[in-house]
């Protein structure tokens, strides 16, 4: 499946156990031998009890990681469509999603708590998180929303290489478990453009959480006056929304579509 150009190979694990190495996801993952992907998804039994599934998120690198919104999407639709369900919740290493059906291959799913103070980023020393630089970049917001990320508004995201800037930030100490790394550029009060460079993946097409993450921004430093923000991303839009009504932290809920690509079957050895 697909969301926004955002591939992934999802494994039904749920009655046969399957625990790829880094071998095989990687293999999995690369166009050139095997389906291709940005990430593998493997879906298990849910281990909390208000859960419908436990999904478990690889990068192309083998790096396990907490968070994808797109791939929550395309998962909540496999359940709606399988349960014909309106509503489902993804468990994730960040914790138990809510999903539900949006409209014919479009998917609502609330992403979780946005977290912004250091120890939670995760960051290796204080910092306040909208007061980042780096490479000639002011500014840099970093928070957490289920994975890390670092995001840089500036005028022209099209003006500046991010392949460049992001691999230097990732391997800065200040982020010992990484960092997902954004460019956002206003558009409107309610419009915003990005670009993101994944860790253990690189520039992707589209990255859920990282448009949680601007829209987010966005909205914190005053660029968007509504917390209903679109994103346009290379692979497509999508909506957020911020909610801050479930409790004290703010939410993340994501609006988009997905797409079906094909199946088949997996063959281990």
Known sequence: MHGLRNHFVIV????????????????????????????????????????????????????EVG?????????????????????????????????????????????????????????????????????GLEGGFALNIGNPHLVFFVPDIDAIELSTIAVQIQADPLFPESVNV????????????LRVYERGVGQTMACGTGACAAAYTAYRRGLVKSPRVSVSLPGGEV?????????EAMHAIMTGPVAFSFQGTVETR
Request: some cysteine; overall charge negative.
């Open 12 to 63: 039904d694990a749920r009655i046969h156990p399957y625990r790829p190495n880094i071998d095989e996801i990687v293999h999995i993952c690369d166009v050139q031998v095997g389906v291709g992907a940005d990430q593998l998804v493997v879906l298990e039994p849910a281990l909390s009890p208000k859960a419908d599934v436990f999904m478990r998120l690889y990068n192309v690198d083998g790096r």
């Open 239 to 247: 909506l957020i929304e911020l909610d801050s009504r479930k409790d």
């Open 182 to 193: 954004g460019l956002a550029q206003q558009m409107a009060d309610d419009r915003l453009r």
């Open 67 to 135: 968070a994808c919104g797109n791939a929550t999407r395309c998962v909540a639709w496999l359940l709606l469509e399988e349960t014909t369900a309106e509503r489902v919740t993804v468990e994730t290493r960040a914790g138990v999603l809510e999903c539900r059906r949006s409209g014919e291959l479009q998917v609502a799913c609330d992403l979780g708590r946005i977290r912004t103070d250091w120890q939670s980023v995760p960051l290796a020393e204080p910092r306040e998180p909208g007061r980042i630089s780096f490479a």
